[in-house]
C-alpha cells in the first residue's frame, strides 16, 4: 500500500468518524452584483460544527496574503479554523454556506495593512494620495528608532475576509453575512537598516485589544462604502498572534456582531479561548491536573523507549477547560513490526489518560515521514487509528 498523504488522511478521519450527512446534491442560482451564475452546493456534510461549501470554489480575492503575514503556521491554521469557529456564533452552520473572502483583493487588504504616512513619507515613497489610507500608525521619522517603534509599533499583521451565503426558498443564494479577522501582533519586529539585523518590542494586550477595536470600527465604515456590503450583517473578530519562536497558536480574543446596515460597534464579547504547551510551568500553573495527566502520558511513552525523550501537546482551552489536544511523537523506528507495537501501545495510553470530553489527536513521525496517526473525538468509544505502509 503507497503512502496517503498527510492531507487526504485528514479528509479520510473526518468522513470516517463524525457521521456525515448524505443529502441530495443541490443545484443552485447564486445571484451576484455582476451577474447569476449556476452553483452546486455539494451533498456531503461532515458534520454540524462544519459549514458545507459552495462550488464551483472561488479562491479568497486576497489569497495567499496569509502566509506572508502571520509569523507561524500554527498562526495561520487558528486564524483560519478559529474564525469558523466565532463565525457559528452568529451564522448557523445548518443555514448558511461557506465561501472565501470576495469583497477585500490583496491590493485592498496590503494597503489597509500599511502605516499612515505623511505628505512628505507618501511622496517619498510614490504612494498615491488615494493609497495612503493605512490602519497602523504613523511613524513620524524623527528621534530614536526603538523608542520610535515602541511608541508607534504596528498593530495590525493581516486582514482575513470570510462569506456565509443563504439559500431562499427559490433556490438561489446570496451573501447573507460576512466576518472579518484581524490578525494582531503581541511582539512588534522592526529593522533599524534595509538587510540588518531584526529586533523586536513586545505590545502589552491592553494596548492590542485597545487599538484593535479602534482599527475594527474603521474597517466596518470602510465595508459599509462598499455597495454589496451596506445591508449585510458583519462579524468582526480580534486574533492576538504569537511571536515567531512560538509553538503553540495564538487566540481570538474578543469579536462584535454588526447588525445589518450598521456602521457602528456597540458590544464587544470576550473570547475564553488559550492554547498550552504541556508540558510547561505555565500549563503547570493554569491547569496542574491537565499538565500532570500529560506529564504521566509523556512518561508512559518514555517506558517504551528508554532513550526518547521528544513528546509534546498543545492543548485548546475554552471556557478555562481543555477541548482538543494535538500530541506530535517524533521518534525513529527500525521496522514495521516496531511500529504497529508502538501505535498500538500509545492508543491504549490516549484512551486510559485523557478525559473522554476531549478530542486527541496524536501524530507519530520519523525521519521518513508520518508513521501513524490516531484520532479519538471526543466521547468516542473507539479512536480512528492509520498507519502508513
Known sequence: MKKVPFLVLIIMLFLAGCAPKFDKQQEVVKDSSKSKEKAIIPKYKISDEYYRTILPFEPAKARGLVVSNLNTRYDIKEFETGLMRIAQNNFDPNKYLFQEGQSLDSHTVSLWLNRKFTKAQAKENGIKAGDNIGLNPLDPGKGNIDTR???????????????????????????????????????????????????????????VVSHGKQIAQQVLQRLRKMDKLKNIPITIALFEQKQKSSVIPGNFIYYTNVDAGSGQVDKWEKVNEKYYLLPSDTANTDHRDDNVAFLNFKQ??????????????????????????????????????????????????????????????????SVNGPEALIVRKANQDQPTVHIYD
Do not use: C, W
Open 300 to 365: 508512559d511513552v518514555e517506558k517504551y523507549f528508554p532513550n526518547f525523550n521528544g513528546v509534546m501537546g498543545r492543548a485548546l482551552y475554552e471556557e478555562d477547560q481543555m477541548k482538543s489536544l494535538n500530541i506530535d511523537i517524533p521518534i525513529q523506528f527500525y521496522g514495521s513490526s516496531e511500529a504497529v507495537g508502538f501505535t498500538q501501545y500509545v492508543t491504549g495510553l490516549v484512551m486510559e489518560r485523557f478525559p473522554a470530553y476531549v478530542s486527541v489527536q496524536v501524530s507519530i513521525t
Open 149 to 207: 517603534n515602541k511608541k508607534y509599533p504596528i498593530y495590525l499583521a493581516h486582514i482575513l475576509e470570510q462569506d456565509y451565503l443563504l439559500k431562499d426558498s427559490k433556490n438561489k443564494v446570496s451573501l447573507g453575512g460576512v466576518v472579518i479577522g484581524l490578525a494582531l501582533n503581541s511582539v512588534h519586529y522592526y529593522q533599524k537598516e534595509e538587510y540588518g539585523a531584526t529586533y523586536n518590542t513586545k505590545v502589552p494586550q491592553a494596548e
